[in-house]
Each structure stands twice: as C-alpha cells, then as structure tokens.
C-alpha cells in the first residue's frame, strides 16, 4: 500500500493542488421565496437568513446573488388564495409567473428554475387533487401539473421542477411543453423524494403543510435504496434531464449509488431540516461556521453535480475568499 507522503499535507498549497473533491460556485441553487404584496422582504423564523420576498423587492436580492457569484436558482411561490384545485398555481398573473417575468427582464444571466407541485396551492396541502374519499387522483393530477409546468415556461423559467411525486408527470409535462413548442426548457424531476421528517422548516416557509394525513403514499419510504434507482430509471426514461435525490446528508448512500449506476446530471437537495439544524447548533456556539463547507462537499463527495441549498450565499462567500 502506497501512501501519501506526509508533507503533502503540510504544506497549505499542496493540499489545494491534489485536494480529490471541490466545490465550485456553478454547483450551487439557492431557493428564493416569492410572497404576494409589495414591499416585502421578512425573515422566514424556521430558515434564519432567508427571507420570504415580495415580487418587487426580487431585484436587490437577485442582483445580491449576481454579484456573490451565484446565477442558479429555484423559485418557490406562496398564494394569499388556495382552493381544492390549486388554480393560482397556473394563473398567467400567478406568484412563480409575475415572479419569473420579473428576474428574467432584470437579468439575462440568472437561470431560473420553478418548482412545480401544488401543496403550496391547495387548500388541503396534499400535492394532486384528492378523490372524494382523500386519496390522490395520480392521473389527473398529472393534467394540472402540465399546465403548472407550461405556465412557468411562457413566463421565462429555463427549467421546471417538478416535486409532486405522481407516477408519470415526467412523460406528461415533456409531451406537454413540446407540444406548445417549448422543447428547449429542461425538466429537473424530483425522482427519488422521500417521506422525510427534514422538511419540517419549508413546510412552514412555504405553508404548504397537509391539513390531514401524510404524503406517505406519495413519497418514498425512507428504509428504500432500491426503489428510488427504479424511480430514476423512469424518470429518465420519460425524459428528464436532471435527476434529484431530497433530502441529501441523509441519503448520501442514495446520491453514490445513483451516481455509480447513471451517467447523468445529479441535483441533492440539502433541505430546510438539515440547514435549520446546522444553523441553530452555528448560533448556540455549538459547531463553528467551517462544518457549513464540511457538509456540503460530503454531498458533492457522494456524487452530486447540482447542490441546491439555502447555505448557498454563506458558501459562494467562503468559495470567495
């Protein structure tokens, strides 16, 4: 067994020369929040340092972000008006499209990406509509995402998102984008989204958490590894063209073994449990701000190309430095 000499790792040059795993402002997506009103820019209580903005206020944020180096970005919307169908979610004037056509006349070299589910839409929280006995109706659901998906696309979005986690809404929202002629917007599916307790934080950023029940039945079972290679293999199939694993630091076996078995484009997303867990244990002088980089290369480490994650301004300032 060779082993590296030891004054490679003295010297501080060196050790950034031959160092295997780097991390590159390009891997980075922020989410940013989109709140209905003017004026608005109020620091969301479960994810201290994001804010939840009004659309008028996008342009010091985006411009912020522009000049930390940071130019992905995915885009969440909160209604003031839900109902069991989630229309707003849709609506040409909808939060996510004023919120698009704003970034997107401001800056042409922001890439912005929609997330498309309806849990932020309904008045029930759940992300499809419901049958009358409270379960999702999967093929229907798969109707009202196309048309999510094709709204964010005429407003400007350059790649939709979709989380919902419906059998199916790949296929249907490519055919659904190409046949209104937009071939060129990327899909970044959600493919392996587990029924994960770390999304506490977002759901009450977002206020989209389900009014009765649990979104087991829609989400994959936490304990499953091999399923979620099933879910990508369709996905891919159905024409995507980033695939996701969410939530990341606890799924890094999930990112490796995706990465071994598919030569494609890998997103993680580091969700808000794991930044609020992080941050809380920074604030109480409990861990020091370096374990912020510590985490986020262990998920690059694991096989990750795309890292979406709300550390991404306090990242692009140490990548910075």
Same mark, same amino acid.
């Given at each position: 067994m060779i082993k590296r000499p030891r004054r490679l790792r003295k010297n501080e040059n060196i050790r950034n020369m031959v160092r295997e795993t780097k991390l590159h402002l390009e891997d980075l997506v922020y989410p940013v929040f989109v709140v209905e009103g003017e004026n608005i820019k109020k620091e969301i209580s479960s994810l201290p340092d994001n804010y939840h903005f009004s659309v008028d206020m996008l342009y010091e944020e985006i411009n912020k972000l522009r000049k930390l180096g940071i130019k992905n970005i995915l885009v969440f919307g909160i209604p003031n008006n839900k109902n069991s169908y989630g229309e707003e979610a849709y609506k040409k004037n909808g939060i996510v499209q004023r919120a698009v056509k704003e970034i997107k006349s401001n800056f042409n070299d922001i890439y912005v990406i929609t997330d498309v589910c309806m849990c932020q839409y309904t008045d029930h929280g759940h992300c499809g509509i419901l049958k009358d006995n409270g379960d999702i109706d999967n093929d229907i659901t798969l109707k009202y995402l196309s048309k999510i998906a094709l709204s964010h696309a005429q407003a400007g979005a350059d790649m939709v998102a979709p989380s919902d986690m419906m059998d199916g809404r790949?296929? #249907?929202i490519r055919k659904y984008l190409d046949l209104n002629n937009y071939t060129d917007v990327s899909i970044m599916s959600y493919s392996a989204k587990y029924a994960s307790s770390f999304? $506490?934080? @977002? !759901?009450? &950023? &977002?206020?989209? &958490?389900p009014s009765f029940g649990d979104r087991n039945?829609?989400?994959m079972d936490p304990a499953n590894s091999n399923e979620a290679? !099933? #879910? *990508?293999?369709? /996905?891919? *199939? #159905? $024409?995507a063209d980033i695939?996701?694993?969410k939530p990341a630091l606890s799924y890094l076996d999930v990112i490796r073994r995706v990465k /071994?078995? @598919?030569?494609v484009p890998i997103a993680a997303y580091s969700v808000s449990g794991e930044y609020s867990m992080l941050k809380n244990a920074i604030d109480q002088g409990l861990l020091d701000e370096s374990v912020i980089l510590e985490a986020i290369l262990s998920i690059k480490r694991a096989g990750a190309d795309i890292i979406i994650t709300y550390f991404a301004k306090k990242l692009a300032e140490i990548i910075n430095n």
């Open positions: 790949v296929k #249907e999304y $506490g934080p @977002f !759901r009450d &950023a &977002a206020d989209s &958490a039945t829609y989400q290679l !099933r #879910e *990508i293999d369709n /996905d891919l *199939i #159905e $024409g695939v996701m694993v /071994d078995n @598919f030569n």
